[in-house]
Nanobody, 123 residues
Framework: QVQLVESGGGLVEAGGSLRLSCAAS????????MAWYRQAPEKQRELVAI???????NYVDSVKGRFTISRDNAKNTVHLQMNNLKPEDTAAYYC?????????????????WGQGTQVTVSS
């Protein structure tokens, strides 16, 4: 069983900072790309940032220069440092990871989701 557990959300004033963390645990063979998504009320879930297993990163335009995604491969964790937060960043943030597991001698890979953590930015 594989789990992704997020932490670090909360309430912050505009211009403030938060750091989200997500830890993968369980019977993991390999962790591939890891990403953060967010979903605001009545909006579709959107990809915020993604990092490959080799450290290549990509961001949605609205957070470039303010957010930084990083990972610790030894601990199967991914972080999202969010600076200069804006009210429009308010959303539930979800961690996603492509994780390989071994079942019956066969390696399989699928995407896993965390439970989400709320980020609220007040104006």
């Amino acid at each position: 069983q594989v789990q992704l557990v997020e932490s670090g959300g909360g309430l912050v004033e505009a211009g403030g900072s938060l750091r989200l963390s997500c830890a993968a645990s369980g019977s993991i063979f390999k962790v591939g790309a890891m990403a953060w998504y967010r979903q605001a009320p009545e909006k579709q879930r959107e990809l915020v940032a993604i990092i490959s297993d080799r450290g290549s990163t990509n961001y949605v335009d609205s957070v470039k220069g303010r957010f930084t995604i990083s990972r610790d491969n030894a601990k199967n964790t991914v972080h999202l440092q969010m600076n200069n937060l804006k009210p429009e960043d308010t959303a539930a943030y979800y961690c996603n990871a492509d994780i390989s597991t071994v079942v019956g001698g066969t390696v399989g890979v699928r995407g896993y989701w965390g439970q989400g953590t709320q980020v609220t930015v007040s104006s």
